[in-house]
């Protein structure tokens, strides 16, 4: 089966702009997230859907982050306007949503704010 | 609320010893846990995970881990390191009706000819 798609893979963009990133999961899959992963950290949830509601975005900075999950499938997430800490990978993951399941990556798109 | 801990941010080890890295988690809940590893410019792949039943458990390229409730631990090991096992390892724990899953700030592996 096809794995999850994420793009673009590389994206270099100056503060104060916006930027947009995709995410299209496993054909089936309940549960999308997002996480941020910043150099030499472990993955941050940002937000978790759920089919397409949201069931945890505790973490996600909504000054300036917006994610939507669309007929509850591909999923995009924005940041408006960026900052240099926002550089990071940002990996979408998803999965059944049924219990005892892991969840299974994309590549990451990695975000350099200049 | 759930969180992990891994001990050690950098394991380096010589090809043909044994690998040990360490996580501990905290959970409310029965939890589930999981390895991943990362390697440069990838996604995470999953190594192996633990839901109920045999608390050893195997994964893909010699690694097992056992989980051991009443040490909150799971630790990851392989008896012999081979230097394509080089790479980060993440634990992380699952739990909860909306199963969140949480990771650890990971271990780096080096493995040394």
């Known amino acids: 089966e096809a794995g999850v798609a994420q793009s673009p893979r590389y994206k270099i963009i100056e503060k104060r702009q916006s930027v947009a990133f995709w995410c299209n999961p496993i054909?089936?899959?309940?549960?999308l997230y997002w996480y941020q992963q910043i150099l030499g950290q472990g993955p941050k949830l940002l937000i978790q859907f759920q089919n397409n509601g949201v069931v945890d975005d505790s973490q996600l900075p909504k000054d300036r982050f917006s994610a939507e999950r669309l007929k509850g499938v591909d999923s995009t997430l924005k940041i408006q306007p960026a900052k240099l800490e926002d550089s990071a990978v940002y990996l979408c993951?998803?999965?059944?949503?049924?219990?005892?399941?892991?969840?299974?990556f994309g590549q990451g798109t990695r975000l350099t704010v200049v | 609320a759930q969180s992990v801990t891994q001990l050690g941010s950098h394991v380096s080890v010589s090809e043909g010893a044994l690998v040990l890295l360490r996580c501990n988690y905290s959970?409310?809940?029965?939890?589930?846990l999981f390895w991943y590893v990362q390697y440069p410019n990838q996604g995470l792949q999953l190594l192996l995970k633990?839901?109920?039943?045999?608390?050893l458990v195997k994964g893909i390229n010699g690694f097992e881990a056992e989980f051991k409730k009443s040490e909150t631990s799971f630790h990851l090991t392989k008896p012999s390191a081979h230097m394509s096992d080089a790479a980060e390892y993440f634990c992380?724990?699952?739990?909860?009706?909306?199963?969140?899953?949480?990771f650890g700030k990971g271990t780096l592996l080096t493995v040394n000819p």
């Open positions: 993951a998803s999965s059944s949503g049924m219990v005892n399941t892991e969840a299974f």
């Open positions: 054909s089936g899959h309940a549960t």
């Open positions: 633990y839901t109920t039943g045999a608390t």
């Open positions: 959970s409310s809940v029965p939890p589930y």
């Open positions: 992380a724990v699952s739990g909860g009706s909306n199963y969140k899953l949480t």
